[in-house]
């Protein structure tokens, strides 16, 4: 099998997926493939149900169909990626069995108590968009980034409220793809709890070890 292996990695928003998947991408050379960057990078690329720029300005979800285009668009013919935020639903995950074969199928097991102290403790840089956290990763002088000296705000979306209804919707909608990988017996479960360190060399064993 292929050292650049085809990875995907599930997990509830805060656990870790943006910073694991980096870590991946960097280590087997592999392209780094979320939805809302394959949405962006190709926001005017037709399909029969209209460009993504049509959804995402009138304030719309983007519809499976065109998310499925642009991800096949963004998987591309190259060797290996880490794919993470897609498949959302069990019609996409339908759609990537028919365009592409997934190596390692892994998830970042995080408690709901957790996510809420990582989610709504993020502070976020309004100039560059560097990420800290109140508790685990402060800046040098509270309120200002380290990189740019910009202002640390919490965004709107990481509220308690708004985090919890978050993961309201990760459980209702994304827990059957989750289930779906666990039946086939593909499903790999890493303890996201762990240090970002500790989750890495975890992941990558893991990795290691299936392909």
């Not at 998947?21 to 960057?37: F, K, L």
């Not at 990078?41 to 995402?56: I, L, V, W, Y």
């Not at 304030?59 to 959302?88: H, K, M, T």
């Not at 069990?90 to 592409?100: C, F, K, R, W």
């Amino acid at each position: 099998m292929s050292q650049q292996p085809n990875v995907l990695l599930l997990g509830p928003p805060g656990a870790g997926k943006g910073t694991q998947s980096a870590n991946i991408a960097d280590e087997y050379d592999v392209p780094h493939v979320t939805t809302g960057d394959a949405l962006r990078a190709n926001k005017d690329m037709q399909t029969e149900h209209g460009t993504p720029r049509s959804f995402m300005e009138a304030g719309e979800l983007v519809p499976d169909p065109v998310v499925n285009e642009i991800v096949a668009e963004a998987l591309g013919d190259g060797e290996g990626y880490v794919l993470d935020g897609y498949p959302r639903n069990e019609e996409q995950v339908a759609y990537l069995a028919d365009i592409t074969t997934l190596d390692v199928v892994c998830l970042l097991s995080v408690s709901e108590s957790e996510l809420v102290d990582r989610l709504t403790g993020r502070r976020v840089c309004t100039e560059c968009g560097a990420n800290y956290h109140v508790e685990f990763d402060q800046p040098d002088e509270e309120g200002v980034c380290d990189e740019c000296g910009g202002e640390l705000i919490q965004r709107d979306d990481d509220t308690e409220d708004t985090v919890r209804e978050r993961l309201r919707v990760y459980h209702e909608t994304t827990e059957p793809v989750v289930e779906h990988y666990r039946e086939a017996g593909v499903l790999q479960e890493i303890d996201g709890e762990q240090s970002p360190s500790a989750v890495w060399d975890t992941l990558r064993a893991t990795i290691d070890e299936t392909i």
